[in-house]
Antibody, heavy 120, light 110 residues
């Protein structure tokens, strides 16, 4: 079965930047909307951002707007999340998610997550 | 932003018995096309979330038929007809009518 693999997570100081990447194995990203969803330690799910198959941005959560940028490569083989000016409250597991065939907003395939820790 | 509220926060169930989770939205999720943009997800312990129900009442592929979703407008329900041990985890509802998408706080089923 196909899977999504996130990379680029790690420990970063407040105010610094980090870029997450997401690639697929045995699963196509072409022609599907993609999303980032995060989960702070012990907390619930929070939608971060999404991008249409065309590359157009769906939206950003208010908490990250102006600091995070979502994008996908032109070959539609990877998804990225550029995170600038990171804050301690951005500490979370970040999931890459592919939408379903019937809706750009139904979160179907989830990666295993990338841990991002923002701390001095 | 649409606020999603789930109840109860936690639910202790007996295998073989039914279970029900409620989800309420601060605005109607009914689109003019007749669809309610409300989905359900399950996060099993130590795992990534997985889809259960989309557009309020449609089971995602591979989801057992003991799971069902219902409701319209602002009030929705996820029902498990006969709970099995593998159903433990945290259940989340999510609206996708308006951006940003938003999740409920989750209901822990144990």
């Amino acid at each position: 079965e196909g899977q999504l693999v996130e990379s680029g997570g790690g420990l970063v100081q407040p105010g610094r930047s980090l870029t997450l990447s997401c690639t697929a194995s045995g699963l196509t990203l072409q022609n599907y909307a993609m999303h980032w969803v995060r989960q702070a330690p012990g907390k619930g799910l929070e939608w971060v951002s999404g991008v249409f198959w065309s590359g157009g941005v769906i939206a950003y959560a208010a908490a990250v707007k102006g600091r995070f940028t979502v994008s996908r490569d032109s070959a539609q083989k990877a998804l990225y999340l550029q995170m600038n000016n990171l804050r301690p409250e951005d500490t979370a597991t970040y999931y890459c998610v592919r939408a379903s065939t019937h809706s750009d907003y139904a979160l179907h395939y989830w990666g295993q997550g990338a841990q991002v820790t923002v701390s001095a | 932003e649409i606020v999603m509220t789930q109840s109860p926060l936690s639910l202790s169930v007996t295998p073989g018995e039914p279970a029900s989770i409620s989800c309420r939205s601060s605005q109607s999720l009914l689109h003019g096309n007749g669809n309610n943009y409300l989905d359900w997800y399950l996060q099993k312990p130590g795992q990534s979330p997985q889809p259960l129900i989309y557009l309020a009442s449609n089971r995602s592929s591979g989801v057992p038929d003991r799971f069902s979703g219902s409701g319209s407008g602002t009030d929705f329900t996820l029902k498990i007809s006969r709970v099995e041990a593998e159903d433990v985890g945290i259940y989340y509802c999510m609206q996708s009518l308006q951006k940003p998408l938003s999740f409920g706080g989750g209901t822990k089923v144990e």
